[in-house]
């Protein structure tokens, strides 16, 4: 098969890679295409050959697949923030279960008549726009020098203007037209990354969906021999701007004069308002289709605390993992990679004792005052790698474990995190996982260990794109001795390179 840079093709698409791209075949060669939709019939431009493959771009689609819907923001192509905002909503929650099943099969192992079995339906969104709490737009100049806010361009550092993106709430506008004014009238510059000079390089906007609460946080490139008694130039006039937006709770900025690509600096200053907002997660019933049960967590969350960003899902999230625990009241949980807290609290009340373990600090320290505010008294926190204290602290000090909540980031548990779980034996597992390729390779791990897995099911926190959240139930096979023993002398089969997402989702 000889193709050609820019040779124009029809291909059908029959079927999406794992980031959402359309795969064409002729031939049995597969061509990528970035917003392609699967059964478009499309005219593409090839872009890049290579052996066994080529990528091409979308000129035109010619017939529109049947799941193709009219995006909502015209800038979708360009942001790559949603890789498949064309995509009705019903067929991305179909190609996310898939993506997970999948994983399963091909990562994991696992045989598909076992995945079919233990899946249950994808938790999907009734409204799955404007579902962010926390949204950081980058700031910058538009070609007449007129400050502008938006998001950069695929993988450069150019900024397009936009300060009205649907995955956000409807104030991020109103605050950001805000900001802009007041950058306007008051000469303030935006930072420039080439020269290292200017001042309001982003801004962070929250907002807790169930106190109303909103928090901007301006970042800015303010050197120490500036400083003045104020933060900014002119900072009453903004002050007096945002302070008439309804329920604004605190107004802080951030000093970051490092170049590198991190957006939010270390020091934080408030400069109206409190330091923090709260947000309350309501515990829900995951075995009666996420009804009220009543009760529920409070959160204080600062400018640099971690949050889950998409508020209605994570409680549907953590009640799936709260009853996927199993929890009587008499067990000792751990809760691993448990940030500040979050699902640590919402199991305490169900539990004798909960160990979290998170290796962020401040982190720590939020998951502390968190436990207290709420009344919690049976949950204790480690700071530290949680595959360094949870063998210590079962080896050193004897702290045993009933169910093993984990949440790791994407790169998923660390090899001596899973032997150590092993060797604890815990009745249940519970792991929550956003990366569903690592998910299959440590449940593998888990399964060769003794346990078996029971219920799998993906929560959609992020509609608009790729990424899906997955948790997970498995049950120690028995507990009879002769597994356990096994089990603890295992030498466990870990690959420590990095797993890739399988290419094909359909194929
Ligand atoms: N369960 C929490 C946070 C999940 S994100 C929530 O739902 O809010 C994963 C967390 O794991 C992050 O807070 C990250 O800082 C932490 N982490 C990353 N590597 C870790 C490690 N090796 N040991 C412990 N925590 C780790």
């Known amino acids: 098969m000889n193709y050609e840079k820019n040779q124009i093709l029809t291909v059908e698409i029959v079927d999406m890679t794992s980031e959402g791209e359309g795969i064409g075949k002729l031939d049995g060669y597969p061509f990528f295409v970035k917003d392609a939709i699967i059964g478009d019939k499309a005219q593409i431009r090839v ?30 192509k360009k942001c790559g923030g949603c890789q498949i905002q064309a995509m009705s909503y019903q067929r991305q929650l179909q190609f996310k279960e898939s993506k997970v099943r999948n994983n399963l099969i091909r990562i994991g192992g696992f045989a598909p008549e076992l995945v079919n079995k233990v899946m249950e339906p994808i938790v999907g969104m009734e409204e799955p726009f404007h579902y962010r709490n926390k949204a950081q737009y980058p700031i910058g100049k538009d070609k007449e020098g007129n400050p502008t806010a938006g998001f950069y361009a695929g993988r450069t550092h150019d900024i397009i203007a936009n300060t009205d993106c649907c995955l956000g709430v409807k104030e991020n ?42 928090m901007v946080c301006l970042i800015i490139n303010l050197k120490e021999k500036n400083r003045t008694h104020d933060y900014l130039p002119a900072q009453s006039k903004l002050i007096d701007a945002l302070t008439t937006i309804k329920n604004m709770t605190s107004i802080s900025v951030s000093i970051n004069t490092e170049k590198a690509n991190t957006i939010m600096g270390k020091e934080i200053h408030t400069i109206w308002g409190k330091d923090t907002i709260e947000d ?46 199993g929890l009587t009241g008499k067990e000792v949980v751990w809760d691993l990679y448990c940030g500040i807290g979050t699902i640590s609290l919402f199991l305490a009340e169900n539990a004798k004792q909960v160990y979290g373990v998170e290796i962020v600090p401040q982190a720590i320290e939020d998951a502390k005052r968190n436990a207290e505010n709420n009344g919690i008294k049976n949950a204790r926190f480690f700071v530290g790698k949680a595959e360094e204290v949870l063998p210590k602290q079962f080896e050193e000090n004897g702290i045993s474990a009933d169910v093993i909540v984990v949440d790791p980031p994407r790169k998923g548990c660390d090899a001596e995190c899973l032997e150590t779980m092993l060797k604890m034996a815990p009745d249940r597992i519970v792991y929550v996982s956003c990366d569903s390729a690592t998910l299959a390779r440590d449940l593998r791990v888990l399964c060769d260990g003794g346990y078996e897995v029971k219920r799998v099911r993906g929560v959609d926190m992020f509609p608009m794109t790729v990424h899906v959240e997955t948790v997970c139930q498995l049950m120690r096979k028995d507990a009879d001795d002769s597994i356990v023993g096994n089990v603890v002398n295992r030498k466990i089969n870990y690959r420590e390179e990095e797993i890739l997402d399988c290419g094909c989702i359909y194929g």
């Open 47 to 76: 872009t890049k050959v290579k052996k066994n493959y080529a990528y091409g771009r979308l000129e035109k689609v010619l017939t529109p697949s049947p799941f193709r819907v009219d995006a909502k923001c015209v800038f979708h």
């Open 280 to 325: 309350t997660i309501f515990v829900r019933d995951a075995e009666k289709e996420f009804a009220s049960a009543g009760r529920g967590v409070t959160f204080a969350i600062s400018p640099l605390s971690f949050y889950q960003v998409n508020p209605v899902q994570t409680e549907k999230l953590y009640s799936l993992a709260l009853s996927y625990a």
């Open 173 to 214: 506008q109103q605050i950001l037209e805000m900001i802009l004014f007041y950058m306007k009238e008051n000469h303030v510059p935006a930072y420039d990354e080439s020269t290292g000079k200017g001042l309001i390089r982003h801004v962070l906007i929250r907002k807790g969906f169930q106190s109303g609460e909103m």
